[in-house]
């Protein structure tokens, strides 16, 4: 079993940042992508961002240039750093992770959430 523990989220104004943070612990040696899901109220759960082991990332074009994902290995953490943001970048955010190395499709784990708010 792998677990993920989300943190970073909070409550920030139009144009702010914040950084999330993902810690995964648990049998984490096969994991190969880790990934940033979002979903608003009355909303999709959508894909923000995933990130492979080799380095390789995609983003949803609705934040490509103000968000960055990024992950050490090390640590067995990934980040979400979130740059101008904007109110409909509010949501719940979750990370993911998966065996494979495709950021898109299904993902094996999921942690808790936390929330971002984003209004003046």
């Known amino acids: 079993q792998v677990q993920l523990v989300e943190s970073g989220g909070g409550l920030v104004q139009p144009g702010g940042s914040l950084r999330l943070s993902c810690a995964a612990s648990?049998?984490?040696?096969?994991?190969?992508?880790m990934g940033w899901f979002r979903q608003a109220p009355g909303k999709e759960r959508e894909l923000v961002a995933g990130?492979?082991?080799?380095?390789?990332?995609g983003y949803v074009d609705s934040v490509k240039g103000r968000f960055t994902i990024s992950r050490d290995n090390t640590k067995n953490t990934v980040y979400l750093q979130m740059n101008s943001l904007k109110p409909e970048d509010a949501a719940v955010y979750y990370c993911?992770?998966?065996?494979?190395?495709?950021?898109?499709?299904?993902?094996?784990?999921w942690g808790q959430g936390t929330q971002v708010t984003v209004s003046s």
């Open positions: 648990g049998t984490i040696f096969n994991i190969n992508t």
């Open positions: 990130i492979t082991s080799g380095g390789t990332t």
């Open positions: 993911a992770a998966k065996y494979y190395s495709t950021i898109y499709g299904r993902y094996d784990y």
